[in-house]
């Protein structure tokens, strides 16, 4: 089966500017998650979807990011404005219900300068 | 915060087993232990989970002790491509119960 799919793979953009990534999930994949991933350490949740609804966004910094799933299909991660911190390895992923088995992309590598 | 203790890091020669400790003695009895792996610029990928009794697939092994405190990812014939991180991760049941990544082990493999 068809990976989860992100895009851009890279990015650089000016602190102030916006920017915003793409996730296209397994098909069939009812829950899907964004998650931020910054050198030296592990994946943090930004935010969790069950089909185009918000089950926990505790963790979004809601001033800058937001998140949508139109559909309950494809999601976007937007960042505006962004911050030199933002630096870091956007992953989305995705899972067949309440599973605790997910399928990660392979993410979108951000660098602020 | 995570609810797991791994070792920083670990080496593993070539064809040997790779034992990778996890300590979870706060576990709850409904909770689940899922190991994933990250191999350098990519995402993490699922290698298996246990609620109590010991599992086993294409990939590798996982020993959960009785108590269940404490668990082992056991990897029989390690090779150079798995070197990554792993991450124990300590999951209940339920849509709201998103995976959450601690720092993981860093597995070396070396010829």
């Known amino acids: 089966e068809a990976g989860v799919a992100q895009s851009p793979r890279y990015k650089i953009i000016e602190k102030r500017q916006s920017v915003a990534f793409w996730c296209n999930p397994i098909s069939g994949h009812a829950t899907l998650y964004w998650y931020q991933q910054i050198l030296g350490q592990g994946p943090k949740l930004l935010i969790q979807?069950?089909?185009?609804?918000?089950?926990?966004d505790s963790q979004l910094p809601k001033d800058r990011f937001s998140a949508e799933r139109l559909k309950g299909v494809d999601s976007t991660l937007k960042i505006q404005p962004a911050k030199l911190e933002d630096s870091a390895v956007y992953l989305c992923?995705?899972?067949?219900?309440?599973?605790?088995?997910?399928?990660f992309g392979s993410g979108t590598r951000l660098t602020v300068v | 915060d995570a609810k797991t203790t791994q070792p920083t890091s670990m080496d593993c020669a070539e064809g040997r087993a790779a034992n990778l400790p996890c300590n979870h003695s706060?576990?709850?009895?409904?909770?689940?232990v899922y190991w994933y792996r990250q191999i350098h610029s990519q995402g993490p990928q699922y290698i298996i989970h246990?609620?109590?009794n010991n599992e086993t697939n294409e990939m590798a092994s996982l020993i959960i002790t009785e108590d269940r405190k404490s668990s082992t990812l056991i990897l029989p014939h390690a090779t150079l491509r798995d070197t990554a991180v792993y991450y124990c991760?300590?999951?209940?049941?339920?849509?709201?119960?998103?995976?959450?990544f601690g720092k993981g082990t860093t597995l070396s493999v070396s010829s």
């Open positions: 991760i300590v999951r209940g049941p339920g849509a709201g119960t998103a995976l959450i």
């Open positions: 246990g609620l109590k």
């Open positions: 992923a995705s899972s067949f219900a309440r599973s605790g088995v997910y399928t």
């Open positions: 706060t576990i709850s009895g409904n909770e689940y």
């Open positions: 979807f069950q089909n185009n609804g918000v089950v926990d």
